[in-house]
C-alpha cells in the first residue's frame, strides 16, 4: 500500500466514523423521545419505532467498531488483513468497504452463523405461541 493509499483510507475510515456517530447520536434522542408519550396508540407506534433505533443502533455500533478497528489496524500496520484467519482482505473489497474487518470467505461463514442463530432464537417463541393457541 502506498502513502497516499494510506492517507485516503484512513480520510475514508474518519469521515465515515463522524457519519456515524452523528447517527448514532440521533438514533439515541429517538429513543430518549419515546419515554414522554402517554397515549396507548402512540406508545405502541414509539415501540415499533424504538424496535427500529434499537437495530439501527446495534449496526452502527458494529460498523463503528469496525471502523475504529481499520483506523488501529493502520496505526499497528496490519490494515486490510482478516481478523479471523489472517489472510489479505481483497483490495476490490476494501475499496467498497474501507473498514471490512473479515475476508470474504470468512464473512460469508460469519453471516451464515448469525443466520443459523437467529432462526434457533426463534424456536422457543413459536413452541411457546403454539402452546397459548391450544
Ligand atoms: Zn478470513
Redesign the pocket.
Known amino acids: 500500500m502506498t502513502e497516499a493509499q494510506v492517507v485516503r483510507i484512513k480520510w475514508a475510515l474518519e469521515a465515515k466514523r463522524e457519519e456515524l456517530v452523528a447517527d448514532i447520536r440521533k438514533q439515541v434522542s429517538e429513543l430518549a423521545i419515546g419515554d414522554s408519550v402517554h397515549d396507548p396508540t402512540d406508545q405502541i407506534q414509539n415501540m415499533t419505532q424504538r424496535d427500529v433505533a434499537v437495530d439501527n443502533l446495534h449496526r452502527l455500533s458494529q460498523t463503528l467498531s469496525s471502523v475504529e478497528h481499520s483506523l488501529g489496524a493502520i496505526t499497528d500496520g496490519c490494515y486490510g488483513c482478516?481478523?479471523?484467519?489472517?489472510?489479505p482482505?481483497a483490495p476490490r473489497r476494501l475499496e467498497i468497504v474501507p473498514w471490512a474487518t473479515?475476508?470474504?470467505?470468512?464473512?460469508a461463514?460469519l453471516e451464515q452463523v448469525v443466520t443459523t442463530s437467529n432462526s434457533r432464537a426463534e424456536l422457543p417463541r413459536l413452541s411457546l405461541g403454539d402452546r397459548e393457541a391450544a
Open positions: 482478516c481478523v479471523e484467519c489472517g489472510e482482505i473479515h475476508c470474504i470467505g470468512c464473512q461463514h
